[in-house]
């Protein structure tokens, strides 16, 4: 199938009030795992490759490798830079043929996010391109699996200025701070969904919520009842691969092929996108 952009893709979930899953794929294993997932549920993915990620590949033959492996699938699927730094990475990004690409400003102090997020927002559009911006700051790391994490709320997003935020840039998903952090949460995540209400009333694109792995179903629904339409979700799926591989190398006594190993975990990651996509209530795009 063609790729397919997030403003696209996200209308429908929009009129039916359910959430598309964004997957981190760093390498080729986890992509073909997500991909497989969307093609076996007919649901739409969004394919998230993390600029943090980028050094472990090359990247001149890794992104038109997804290209072509999403074209000759059947899955409806949104190529997308996750937490891209500058507006550098992200044109690098779209010049390849992403479809979306998400420019995270979320640290700089308000008016200077909005510039980057602005200048990003016009070189994409005039691409086809959707872009993604965060306001407020999800806490906990991308890249490295820390000790544990608890949202801060000095960086949750405040309602009046998402509004303002969205009128300004012409962003078509924005990522809000309302208790999620990335990585694994130290203690109960506690989430803040009257936040999440008045800001979904101020403001009328998608609302991503980052930090998905730790939540509870019930977290979940809350969530998509009160607004959120995209979710990221990554630690606990490479959590569930790397368990897989270790009882397979306990069981086995380290007496395994490589090829067997990576199929075992990869094929846990694909049924963890699964559960997912049903928890998230994705459905298949009208017409397919
Ligand atoms: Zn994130």
Known sequence: MPLISLKELLKEAVENRYAVGGFDAGEHGFAEAIIQAAEETKAPVILMVPEVFLKLVAVDS?????????????????????HGTCYESCLQAIHYGFTSVMIDGSLLPYEENVALTKKVVEAAHAAGVSVEA?????????????????????????PEEAADFVKKTGVDALAVSIGTVHGVYRGTPKLDLERLSAIR????????????????DQDFKN????????????TAISHTAVEAIKEKLQS????????????IALRKAKEAVV??????????????
């Open 201 to 216: 009333s101020r403001v009328d694109i998608p609302l991503v919520m980052h930090g998905g792995s730790g939540l509870t």
């Open 223 to 234: 969530v998509i009842q009160c607004g959120i339409n995209k979710i990221n979700y990554f």
């Open 62 to 82: 890794f992104f038109p490798y997804l290209i072509n492996r999403i074209r000759s699938s059947s899955a409806h699927v949104d190529l997308h830079l996750d």
């Open 134 to 158: 965060e306001l407020g700051h999800v806490g906990g790391s991308e890249e490295t699996i820390m000790e544990g994490s608890v949202a801060d709320e000095r960086f949750f997003t405040e």
């Open 275 to 288: 559960k997912q996509i049903e928890i998230f209530g994705t459905r298949p795009r009208s017409g397919f």
């Open 252 to 263: 086995t006594e380290g007496k395994v092929f490589y090829p067997d190993l990576i199929t």
